[in-house]
């Protein structure tokens, strides 16, 4: 048979357990049939499966049963369950993370899980990419949130919505370690306050969001993903709109305070913006834009 399969134990029922990857690839389905009954057969598909039993029931009703069409008419011959997961939610990410890592052997530090769960949000399949990849990379050591950084794209959002999210909370320490680790790790100030604006303007449709079809749309609306709409969400109700146009208004005011001169180093600006965000008093930049910028020589 075709897939990728893998095998484990169960301490539980102290039965092998076969775990076949990519099982929609499967043509010889009399197998699932004949598999021993000492040991589990857990199939695995990232794709939606027919059933072709209920259809052809209601036109040979008569007829001797036949072989089984479909992967699940075969599963459900042998009185398998099948559990369909249409869409992780949220909160299912970092579960799905360790449940995969584990599957594969690989050690993964709780904030690297949840820096991946950011980072890749409910997209089950990159999730089995980074997942291999990081623990290819480890070679046996434990999975950090350095390594996740340093090797998985959209590493950098996942930091700057952790930033986000001790904004919203007016939790001006975590938010400024936040900000100098982005930095630390070379990312530019401009990309930073980019990205910043980016998340404030995800909390703005997050907080209008009612429903799963909502974040669909909202989602293509602003070229965004569902997940990071859905993710949002516990944060965009403790926000207002005009706690979000005030945010606005202190990235734009950065922004020009930077491409003018006006601020001392584009870091202080950075950073009292981000002290403005969390609500510190004085720290406020609109007032600059005020001010004639330095003449340069």
């Not at 990519?22 to 059933?51: K, T």
């Not at 559990?83 to 992780?88: A, D, H, M, N, T």
């Not at 006006?262 to 870091?267: E, G, K, L, P």
């Amino acid at each position: 048979m075709s897939g990728q399969a893998q095998g484990l134990f169960d301490p539980i029922d102290e039965r092998r357990v076969v775990v076949v990857e990519h099982a929609e690839a499967l043509r010889e389905l009399d197998v699932i049939g004949s598999f021993p009954n000492e040991a589990a057969l857990v199939l695995v598909s990232v794709e939606r499966l027919q059933s072709s039993r209920a259809r052809r029931g209601s036109r040979t009703r008569s007829s001797a049963p036949s072989a089984p069409a479909t992967l699940i008419d075969a599963v459900a011959a042998t009185g398998g369950a099948v559990e369909r997961i249409e869409r992780l939610a949220p909160g299912e990410v970092p579960r799905w993370i360790e449940a995969r890592a584990r599957l594969h052997g690989v050690k993964v530090a709780p904030e690297a899980v949840s820096m991946l769960a950011s980072a890749v949000g409910p997209d089950t399949e990159r999730i089995e990419q980074e997942v291999q990849k990081l623990g290819a990379y480890a070679g046996g050591a434990v999975v950090t949130a350095d390594d996740v950084r340093s090797l998985v794209a959209g590493a950098i959002e996942a930091d700057v919505f952790e930033l986000t999210q001790a904004v919203v909370r007016h939790d001006a320490t975590t938010a400024i370690g936040t900000l100098e680790r982005l930095l630390a790790d070379g990312n530019a100030v401009q990309q930073i306050l980019a990205l910043l604006l980016w998340q404030f303007r995800v909390l703005l449709f997050a907080s209008a969001m009612r429903s799963n079809a909502d974040a669909e749309r909202m989602a293509k609306a602003i070229r965004s993903t569902p997940g990071a709409i859905t993710r949002a969400t516990a944060f965009a109700r403790r926000v207002t709109r005009a706690d979000i146009v005030r945010a606005y208004e202190a990235i734009y005011a950065t922004d020009q305070v930077i491409k003018t001169g006006r601020a001392d180093s584009d870091v202080t600006a950075l950073m009292l913006c981000v002290l403005d965000l969390c609500g510190v008093a004085n720290a406020d930049l609109r007032d600059m834009l005020l001010v004639e910028p330095p003449r340069r020589g």
